[in-house]
């Protein structure tokens, strides 16, 4: 079990609002895992939308494209914030989740996907090319 005193602190662990999600999270069917795999989730959907901004038809469907990026980057940072905090302050960390991974193995996976789904983005020759008003 990890050691409560060695975690980083953040303000955001004793907010009112963060510990009321954590007992709905904690007190539902719901594994830190779980919620580190809707983090990835919520990383891969943010670096699609921002690719899919060079290749939007429209200033709306940009802008639209940009909001959903913003808010889904900080869904990924919510989720990162509830998996330790059910895991650990809702007593439902485990070694391993069932997949062999242990969620913080997840939740790093997740922190550095939007930058990496980018970088790993097929060159620019092989997509096709955005479109641009005249």
């Excluded at 980083?8 to 594994?31: D, M, V």
């Excluded at 905090?85 to 790093?108: D, H, L, Y």
């Amino acid at each position: 079990m990890t050691d409560l005193k060695n975690r980083r602190p953040l303000q955001s662990r004793k907010s009112g609002w963060a510990n009321r999600i954590t007992a709905f999270l904690a007190g539902r069917a719901i594994t830190p895992n779980q919620i580190s795999q809707a983090s990835i989730a919520a990383a891969l959907l943010a670096g699609l939308a921002f690719w899919m901004t060079a290749y939007a038809d429209s200033t709306n469907l940009k802008g639209a494209l940009l909001i959903l990026a913003a808010l889904t980057c900080q869904l990924r940072l919510l989720c990162n914030l509830f998996d330790g905090m059910v895991a650990i302050e809702a007593k439902k960390a485990r070694p391993t989740g069932r997949s062999g991974m242990n969620f913080r193995t997840v939740s790093q996976i997740s922190s550095s996907s939007s930058a990496s789904d980018l970088a790993l983005a097929p060159p620019p020759s092989v997509l096709p090319q955005p479109h641009v008003p005249s």
